[in-house]
């Protein structure tokens, strides 16, 4: 099973992005699913997340207000709208499936991860 995130790219502070990432089968429809980043010589940071029926987000204090998560479990697919873009949000971004129906915010908490796609933030 994979996960494949795309949506990355170069943006202007102020701008916005929004990541992708499908499931290669139908396989996490009732898995919670998350977000992270990681910035080069920086720890793995949780970003998002979202219960399996997209009933329940969670957002990092760093993205709340600007970031939003959703998913369409027809299309084994999560979303990570990101408005209001800084240099600080510049990272490889990563998608995650939890190993339950709710997601934390905790990497020990999921068991499968995209291979990322990267985000760069210009000033």
């Known amino acids: 099973v994979q996960l494949q995130a795309s949506g990355g790219g170069l943006v202007q502070t102020g701008g916005s992005l929004r990541l992708s990432c499908v499931a290669s089968r139908r396989t996490f429809w009732n898995n919670g699913m998350g977000w992270f980043r990681q910035a080069p010589g920086k720890e793995r940071e949780f970003v998002a997340a979202?219960?399996?029926?997209?009933?329940?987000?969670y957002y990092a204090d760093a993205v709340k207000g600007r970031f939003t998560i959703s998913r369409d479990n027809a299309k084994n697919a999560v979303y990570l709208q990101m408005n209001s873009l800084k240099p600080e949000d510049t990272a490889v971004y990563l998608c995650?499936?939890?190993?339950?129906?709710?997601?934390?915010?905790?990497?020990?908490?999921?068991?499968?991860w995209g291979q990322g796609t990267q985000v760069t933030v210009s000033s």
């Open positions: 979202i219960s399996w029926r997209g009933g329940n987000t």
């Open positions: 995650a499936a939890a190993r339950s129906a709710i997601a934390g915010s905790l990497p020990e908490g999921y068991n499968y």
